[in-house]
């Protein structure tokens, strides 16, 4: 009897946390599915190289307005990087060339993988997110990266006035979901491993 009331005991702990897990890990689906992430990489480490890529972040952000004025929805927010990914490259590249450098810029519209950061006031959790990558020469320096969509690249970009509390309080105080941050991170790597990811 002491047998059968210990396993129902952890079942029931088991059960709890799965249904927590579950409801976490489609929260932060849900995110990785609603963002776009502008992400732009260094030609290397250097100082010179790494001062160039945030000339080109700081054009791009003052550009921005007129990219991508009138897209209220993420769709069409992808929809117009695309569109405009030879613009863009015609601003980095310009930008570049301003600055006394020949190296070659290519813009991307990815999916990919990106680590847990942070950004500001808010961080990020690892997952696949849809990205408009700027590569500038062999893109093997650090890179930078921010919100595109929804605007949160923006200083006075509020993530309560884009998302849902709960997922607000997850970008907010990341602390508070460490735990279920690395276990959904562990679930992911398990699920690649076996190919059902």
């Known amino acids: 009897m002491r047998k059968l009331e210990t396993a ?3 079942g029931l702990i088991l059960a709890i946390f799965l249904g927590s897990f579950s409801g976490f890990a489609g929260k932060l689906e849900n995110l990785q599915h609603n963002v776009l992430r502008l992400h732009i990489l260094a030609n290397s480490d250097s100082d010179y190289d790494q001062n160039l890529k945030l000339k080109v972040r700081d054009r791009l952000l003052e550009e921005s307005d007129n990219l991508f004025q009138g897209c209220e929805t993420l769709e069409e927010m992808k929809k117009r990087a695309s ?3 030879d613009t863009i490259r015609r601003i980095a590249k310009s930008v570049l060339e301003e600055n006394g450098c020949q190296e070659d810029v290519a813009v991307q519209l990815v999916q990919m ?3 847990t950061r942070e950004y500001d006031e808010i961080t990020m959790p690892a997952g696949c997110y849809d990205a408009l990558r700027i590569l500038i020469g062999k893109a093997e320096g ?3 990266w921010c919100v595109m969509y929804p605007p949160l ?3 006075v970009a509020e993530p309560e006035i884009w998302f849902d509390a709960d997922t607000a309080d997850i970008l907010e105080n990341p602390q508070k979901y460490e735990v279920k941050f690395k276990c959904v991170e562990l679930w992911d790597e ?3 491993k076996t ?3």
Do not use: A, I, T, V
Request: net charge positive; aromatic share 10%.
């Open 8 to 10: 129902m005991c952890l």
């Open 83 to 85: 569109e405009q990914k």
């Open 113 to 115: 993988q990106f680590d």
């Open 142 to 144: 650090h890179n930078w």
């Open 153 to 155: 690249c923006l200083p």
């Open 190 to 192: 398990l699920m690649k």
């Open 195 to 197: 190919g059902k990811s």
